[in-house]
Every structure is written in structure tokens, then in C-alpha cells.
């Protein structure tokens, strides 16, 4: 369900608990709550710097989640100096003021497509051996990603290379075809 941007925490907080009593009430409990994201939620009586309001933030919706004991998929924007690396995979120090994220996420976990960057990086025509790699490395990729998990409290952590269809925000087990996220 869409909250308006700008929202303030405890705004989204009681919408969330309102439409999920209403889905349980009508047969359908809610096992998974995606919240789409974090840089858009206030915390209400700001003065805080970033890293403590999203602090906060993080530890309210981990409560919500055990409070309603369902998961809670809290997408967060990475910083940009993954932009200024030779290898773009994210990793856990990318996350926007990370420490607290990293504190109360049971997963966090990183999609990263390599079809992105290698289009990013065509080759010059006149290279002969390097457009034959480029396009050798972009048919390997084409409509794959990979699916890191950095943290995971109960489990191992990894990596899955899934299948990707950017236009429909969809992606798929790779040997299964099932969904995945």
C-alpha cells in the first residue's frame, strides 16, 4: 500500500498496523512488509543527524516486526562512492549511514547486475578484441543478476546469480524459473 512521501515514522508506523489488522481480520495474515524507503520516512521532532534518525527508524520497524511477526524489507539507497570503485558490487559499508542498519537488519542482502555496468563500458568498434570479450561478457549476463547476502543472523552468507527482468522489477530463481524477490 502507498503512504505518502515525507511520512513520518509513526504516521507509517499506525497506517501499517491498520491495514494489517484489516488483512487479518478478512483471512489474510501478512507474513512480509516492504517498505520502499527508508531516506522517505521522518522521524518525527527531528534534530538528530542522519546515522541517529535512521537509527531509530531501523529499531522501530525491527519492532513492528517482531511485534507482528512478520517480515520487514526495508529498502535503503546505497552511498555513491561505489560508483568510484573498479568492482560496482555493493557491500555492507555502501549502505547509507550503515552502522545502523547493519545493527538491526537480521539480512541484508545486495542485488547487482553486471549487464548495467558492462553496457556502461562499450568498447570503441575499431578494438576488435576487446568489443568480441565486452559483447562474450554481456551475453553471459543479459538478463542475470546477482543476489548477495552480506548479513545474515540465521543463516550463511553468499552469493545467487538470478535470473532479472529490470522492466518488470521481477527476478527468479535461476535453475528454477520460481520467483525469488
Given at each position: 500500500?502507498?503512504?505518502?512521501?515525507?511520512?513520518?515514522?509513526?504516521?507509517?508506523?499506525?497506517?501499517?498496523?491498520?491495514?494489517?489488522?484489516?488483512?487479518?481480520?478478512?483471512?489474510?495474515?501478512?507474513?512480509?512488509?516492504?517498505?520502499?524507503?527508508?531516506?522517505?520516512?521522518?522521524?518525527?521532532?527531528?534534530?538528530?543527524?542522519?546515522?541517529?534518525?535512521?537509527?531509530?527508524?531501523?529499531?522501530?520497524?525491527?519492532?513492528?516486526?517482531?511485534?507482528?511477526?512478520?517480515?520487514?524489507?526495508?529498502?535503503?539507497?546505497?552511498?555513491?562512492?561505489?560508483?568510484n570503485r573498479?568492482?560496482?558490487?555493493?557491500?555492507?559499508?555502501?549502505?547509507?549511514?550503515?552502522?545502523?542498519?547493519?545493527?538491526?537488519?537480521?539480512?541484508?542482502?545486495?542485488?547487482?547486475?553486471?549487464?548495467?555496468?558492462?553496457?556502461?563500458a562499450e568498447?570503441?568498434?575499431?578494438?576488435?578484441?576487446?568489443?568480441?570479450?565486452?559483447?562474450?561478457?554481456?551475453?553471459?549476463?543479459?538478463?542475470?543478476?546477482?543476489?548477495?547476502?552480506?548479513?545474515?543472523?540465521?543463516?550463511?552468507?553468499?552469493?545467487?546469480?538470478?535470473?532479472?527482468?529490470?522492466?518488470?522489477?521481477?527476478?527468479?530463481?535461476?535453475?528454477?524459473?520460481?520467483n525469488f524477490?
Open positions: 500500500a502507498d503512504v505518502p512521501s515525507q511520512s513520518t515514522l509513526q504516521s507509517i508506523l499506525s497506517e501499517i498496523r491498520r491495514r494489517a489488522a484489516m488483512l487479518e481480520d478478512a483471512g489474510a495474515p501478512v507474513g512480509v512488509i516492504a517498505i520502499d524507503h527508508l531516506g522517505l520516512i521522518q522521524k518525527p521532532n527531528t534534530r538528530d543527524n542522519e546515522a541517529s534518525r535512521v537509527g531509530y527508524i531501523t529499531s522501530a520497524f525491527k519492532g513492528l516486526a517482531k511485534r507482528m511477526d512478520c517480515c520487514v524489507m526495508l529498502l535503503s539507497q546505497l552511498n555513491r562512492g561505489v560508483e573498479e568492482d560496482k558490487r555493493p557491500n555492507l559499508s555502501d549502505l547509507r549511514d550503515s552502522g545502523a542498519i547493519e545493527q538491526d537488519a537480521d539480512v541484508v542482502m545486495f542485488p547487482y547486475r553486471p549487464e548495467y555496468y558492462l553496457r556502461k568498447p570503441s568498434e575499431t578494438d576488435a578484441a576487446a568489443r568480441f570479450e565486452w559483447e562474450t561478457e554481456l551475453d553471459r549476463w543479459s538478463g542475470l543478476a546477482e543476489v548477495r547476502v552480506a548479513k545474515n543472523r540465521s543463516g550463511p552468507e553468499g552469493m545467487a546469480t538470478v535470473v532479472c527482468d529490470i522492466a518488470c522489477n521481477h527476478f527468479a530463481d535461476l535453475a528454477r524459473g520460481e524477490l
